[in-house]
């Protein structure tokens, strides 16, 4: 069994832009996820993120809450944890999409990836040869023609849902 990586890992594989709509879109409106997801993701972002002049970051504008919390989000497994698992319930409508599509290239999925109950201890690495970003895409799209997310979208979902980073060189090729 390969090493674990921890879940802040995943900033390797996603672009600042990408990072700040994450999280922007997590912390637009929290009435849209579960109660215990809810709860994780406001006791993590009051815990570990910090905006001056605020006690409660979550009471600051949504401006410098997404630019403390992006900060965050790049060295913090605990942050990253709460803020991906909100995110992926936004996308969740699409599980089964995704494992129709997955499970066809080739995919398995980790135990790790129902919560990643422990975010340092979280990834394994390795998609099945000759798997890249684009068959991910197409694999997906093909199985769902009207899905509504990006491509980056569609990628990140992925690895979330099986709990496995792509190979090493595929770092390049995102």
Do not use: C
């Not at 390797?12 to 879109?25: H, M, P």
């Not at 319930?89 to 129709?100: E, G, I, W």
């Not at 991910?136 to 849902?161: C, G, N, P």
């Amino acid at each position: 069994m390969s090493e674990l990586k921890s879940l802040h890992v995943i900033n390797v594989y996603i672009e600042a832009w990408f990072r700040q709509e994450i999280v922007e879109n997590v912390l637009n409106d929290f009435s849209v996820y579960d109660p215990e997801v809810r709860k994780a993701l406001a006791e993590t972002v009051k815990e570990e993120v910090k905006v001056s002049g605020f006690r409660n970051p979550l009471t600051a504008p949504k401006r410098l809450l997404v630019r403390e919390t992006e900060k965050k989000f790049e060295t913090n497994p605990y942050l990253v944890k709460a803020i991906l698992n909100a995110w992926v319930q936004l996308y969740d409508k699409y599980s089964q999409t995704f494992d129709k599509a997955l499970t066809t290239l080739g995919f398995s999925f980790s135990e790790n990836a129902a919560s990643y109950a422990d975010p340092v201890n979280a990834f394994e690495q390795g998609w099945p040869e000759g798997v890249d970003y684009q068959k991910v895409i197409e694999a997906v799209r093909k199985e769902d023609e009207k899905i509504d997310m990006t491509d980056d979208q569609i990628v990140l979902y992925s690895i979330l849902r099986t709990g496995y980073l792509p190979g090493e060189n595929e770092e390049e090729n995102g």
